[in-house]
C-alpha cells in the first residue's frame, strides 16, 4: 500500500514540478542558448570598458600593451557575436552576466586596493586571468551547444573566439612569469 501511495505522490509532485518549471524556465535548448549568447554579448561589451581601465592602471608597458590588445580584440569578438544573432536571425540583444560583473568589480577592486607598481600589476594579471578563464568556458559551453543544434557557422565562430581566449590566458601567463618575479623583488627591498 505504500508503495501506490508513495508513487501516486512523487507523480503529483512531479507534475506540480513540471508546471512550475514549465512557466519560469526557458523550455528548448535553443532558447538557453540564445540566453547565454546574450549573457557573453553583455560580459564582452562590458569588459571593453573594464579593459581600458586596466590598461591605464598597470605599471608594466607589456602589459598595458596586452590590456589594448585584448580591448581590440575584444570588440572584434563582440562583432563576431553579433554575426552569431544575425544567423540566429535575432536582433544583438545583450542580457546582464552577473558573473562578468562580478570578476570586473574584483579587478576594479585590485587597483583601489595596492598602489601603482608591479605588485598591483601581478594581481591585475589574476583577475584578468579570472576573466579569461570563465570566457574560455563560456565559449565552450556556447560552440558545444551551437554543435548540437545544428548551427555549425555560430559553432565555428564560437570556437574561434573560445580560442582567442585561450591564447589571451596563454600570454597573460607568460607575463605574470616576469611581473611576479619583479613584484617578489619589490617586497624583497621593502625587508
Known sequence: MKTKTH???????????????????????EDIFEDTLKDIYWAEKHLTKALAKMSKAAYNEELKDAFNTHMEETERQIGKLEKCFELLGKKAVAKKCEAMEGLIKEGEEQIEEHDEGHPRDAALIGAAQKVEHYEISAYG????????????QCA???????????????KLTELADKINQLACEVDEEEV
Open 141 to 152: 559551453t556556447l560552440r558545444t551547444m551551437a554543435n548540437v543544434l545544428g548551427m555549425a
Open 156 to 170: 565555428e565562430i564560437l570556437e574561434e573566439i573560445k580560442d582567442e581566449e585561450a591564447e589571451t590566458d596563454v
Open 7 to 29: 508513487a501516486r505522490a512523487n507523480g503529483s509532485n512531479a507534475a506540480k514540478s513540471s508546471s512550475r518549471s514549465s512557466k519560469n524556465s526557458k523550455e528548448t535548448l
